[in-house]
T-cell receptor
Framework: DSGVTQTPKHLITATGQRVTLRCSPRSGDLSVYWYQQSLDQGLQFLIQYYNGEERAKGNILERFSAQQFPDLHSELNLSSLELGDSALYFC??????????????FGPGTRLTVT | AQKVTQAQTEISVVEKEDVTLDCVYETRDTTYYLFWYKQPPSGELVFLIRRNSFDEQNEISGRYSWNFQKSTSSFNFTITASQVVDSAVYFCALSRGGADGLTFGKGTHLIIQP
């Protein structure tokens, strides 16, 4: 158990809908990362937050957005869903943000299926 | 741009054999960080090791060992005396540091047959 929690574990929804994925980082971790894992694209970095502020963006679509709240939990919002958005979405957290890259601890993931 | 290549898509060995998973990376940064993660059939990603670009010492942890060679831009992972429980997909990843997310390779699916 990494200490990172994600809800829900599974989500099935229809095209065009909007969903919210939730993540709670390990106790004491201020950085939260979101990743997407799909068969064709592999594991891709989406976005990172540190103590409530967006710090880095990866291959995140404009239909996707995220935020980190004062209690440090984070939410990833996916809208106007398409079949291709079906994937495993991971949240990860790390100890702090300095110039170094600390190891990221991953949650169990949310399996999103768009029908 | 950063890139991680894991050329071995799938490896199958018999239990107790040694196996090496290859990882080759590309980066223009002088400071960078390399990682290995394990994804067992249950799906979670488990952190195995972090190495920064200034530390080329090889590392051993039990049956696991890692060989970092900057000259060939490689960070290979060896499992000695493999066990069925080692069956998983193994990912190599690269980061610039700071807020940068991880750039993952495509992964190597390791199958350990009893």
């Amino acid at each position: 158990d990494s200490g990172v929690t994600q809800t829900p574990k599974h989500l099935i929804t229809a095209t065009g809908q909007r969903v919210t994925l939730r993540c709670s980082p390990r106790s004491g971790d201020l950085s939260v990362y979101w990743y997407q894992q799909s068969l064709d694209q592999g594991l891709q970095f989406l976005i990172q937050y540190y103590n409530g502020e967006e710090r880095a963006k990866g291959n995140i679509l404009e239909r996707f957005s995220a935020q980190q709240f004062p209690d440090l939990h984070s939410e990833l919002n996916l809208s106007s869903l398409e079949l291709g958005d079906s994937a495993l979405y991971f949240c990860a957290s790390s100890a702090s943000q300095t110039e170094e890259a600390y190891e990221q601890y991953f949650g169990p993931g949310t399996r999103l299926t768009v029908t | 741009a950063q890139k991680v290549t894991q050329a071995q898509t799938e490896i199958s060995v018999v239990e107790k054999e040694d196996v090496t998973l290859d990882c080759v990376y590309e980066t223009r940064d002088t400071t960078y960080y390399l990682f290995w993660y394990k994804q067992p059939p249950s799906g979670e990603l488990v952190f195995l090791i972090r190495r920064n670009s200034f530390d080329e010492q090889n590392e051993i942890s039990g049956r696991y060992s890692w060989n970092f060679q900057k000259s060939t831009s490689s960070f290979n992972f060896t499992i000695t005396a493999s066990q069925v429980v080692d069956s998983a997909v193994y990912f190599c990843a690269l980061s610039r540091g700071g807020a940068d997310g991880l750039t993952f390779g495509k992964g190597t699916h390791l199958i350990i047959q009893p």
